[in-house]
């Protein structure tokens, strides 16, 4: 029995630095709050508790004062920043750069067509998608599939963006689908694709580690967007793939009669983690390395 880890799987760059500004201040000061869960992970959310870090949210945040709050990856609307600044919060901002750039961009293309809908391909209440919501007053069109193209005035300019952990494979069929439509109006259809390249890139080379090995073991939260994405890809590819969130969720008649297991995970998904699952693998069949 051969077990893998795929090696470019776990953590992207922004949840690295979300974590490593958490664990620095944590080693400092031994406490940190910080607003909504830092990563769609609850098993790397409780180690860092045990360190002293304390998840709280919005309404937590307006009656807080003089006190240090992390902004996760996932961004921050406007009214946080005014908040902290109102309550005298320092806030030490995590939010990841390729976000923040779709914050500018979503923000931008709401002041200069103010004529346009802004359509985002996202998960309606994900914090990312509040984040982008709050650059634009919450005027947007949040659409999940096809069915929700109805919400959508064709005969209007349409500015169409996606979260960024998105499907690149659904962002396209989707601006297709909104370009067909449009078109039958004669109106213009601007088209941004603001999916992570981190995320985007993992998919192909999924696809690759997924059909190299008989059984695959998805190691992610269950609240995370981008684990559902990249588990799909590996369930489309490789039947024989399941969704564990950890090593208590293996079954052992996965693994009976076959040779080889890949372990991957979502970019909120640690090493360790992933490591535990393998660790375990191998006890269930009573294997060594």
Same mark, same amino acid.
């Given at each position: 029995?051969?077990?893998?880890i795929?090696?470019?799987?776990?953590?992207?760059?922004?949840?690295?630095?979300?974590i490593?500004?958490?664990?620095?201040e944590?080693?400092?000061?031994?406490?940190?709050?910080? &607003?909504?869960?830092?990563?769609h992970?609850d098993?790397?959310?409780?180690?860092?508790?045990?360190?002293?870090?304390?998840?709280?949210?919005?309404?937590?945040?307006?009656?807080?004062?003089?006190?240090k709050?992390?902004?996760?990856?996932h %961004?921050e609307?406007p009214?946080?920043y005014?908040?902290?600044l109102?309550?005298?919060?320092?806030?030490l901002?995590?939010?990841?750069p390729v976000?923040?750039k779709?914050q500018?961009r979503?923000?931008?293309?709401?002041e200069?067509?103010?004529?346009?809908?802004?359509?985002?391909? %996202?998960?309606? %209440?994900?914090?990312?998608?509040?984040?982008?919501m709050?650059?634009?007053q919450?005027?947007?069109?949040?659409?999940?599939?096809?069915?929700? &193209?109805?919400?959508?005035?064709?005969?209007?300019?349409?500015?169409?963006?996606?979260?960024?952990t998105?499907?690149?494979e659904?962002?396209y069929?989707?601006?297709?689908?909104?370009?067909?439509?449009?078109?039958?109006?004669?109106?213009?259809?601007?088209?941004?694709?603001?999916?992570?390249?981190?995320v985007?890139?993992?998919?192909?080379?999924?696809?690759?580690?997924?059909?190299?090995?008989?059984?695959? &073991?998805?190691?992610s %939260?269950?609240?995370s967007?981008?684990?559902?994405?990249?588990?799909?890809?590996?369930?489309?590819?490789?039947?024989?793939?399941?969704?564990?969130?950890?090593?208590?969720?293996?079954?052992?008649d996965?693994?009976?009669g076959?040779?080889s297991?890949?372990i991957?995970?979502?970019?909120?998904?640690?090493?360790?983690?992933?490591?535990?699952?393998?660790?375990?693998?191998?006890?269930?069949?009573?294997?060594?390395?």
């Amino acid at each position: 029995m051969t077990v893998t880890i795929d090696p470019g799987s776990g953590f992207c760059f922004g949840v690295v630095y979300a974590i490593q500004m958490a664990e620095d201040e944590l080693e400092a000061s031994g406490q940190l709050y910080c &607003l909504g869960d830092i990563v769609h992970n609850d098993v790397e959310v409780q180690r860092l508790k045990q360190k002293g870090l304390r998840i709280i949210n919005h309404e937590d945040l307006s009656r807080l004062r003089d006190c240090k709050v992390l902004i996760r990856a996932h %961004g921050e609307p406007p009214e946080t920043y005014q908040t902290a600044l109102a309550n005298n919060i320092e806030l030490l901002d995590a939010s990841c750069p390729v976000v923040l750039k779709l914050q500018q961009r979503f923000r931008a293309a709401s002041e200069a067509m103010p004529d346009a809908q802004l359509v985002l391909l %996202g998960t309606p %209440g994900h914090a990312e998608v509040n984040g982008l919501m709050g650059q634009v007053q919450h005027q947007a069109i949040i659409i999940t599939g096809e069915e929700d &193209l109805e919400k959508i005035d064709f005969s209007k300019p349409v500015a169409f963006f996606s979260q960024t952990t998105k499907s690149t494979e659904k962002f396209y069929r989707l601006k297709a689908l909104i370009e067909e439509r449009a078109a039958a109006y004669g109106t213009p259809v601007t088209a941004n694709d603001t999916i992570c390249r981190q995320v985007s890139n993992r998919e192909p080379q999924l696809r690759q580690f997924a059909a190299a090995h008989e059984v695959i &073991l998805f190691v992610s %939260g269950p609240k995370s967007s981008n684990g559902k994405v990249l588990y799909a890809v590996c369930k489309q590819v490789n039947p024989n793939s399941y969704f564990v969130t950890g090593p208590e969720d293996v079954q052992e008649d996965w693994l009976i009669g076959r040779n080889s297991v890949g372990i991957c995970g979502a970019t909120s998904t640690p090493l360790w983690l992933m490591q535990q699952v393998r660790r375990s693998v191998l006890d269930r069949l009573g294997e060594t390395d």
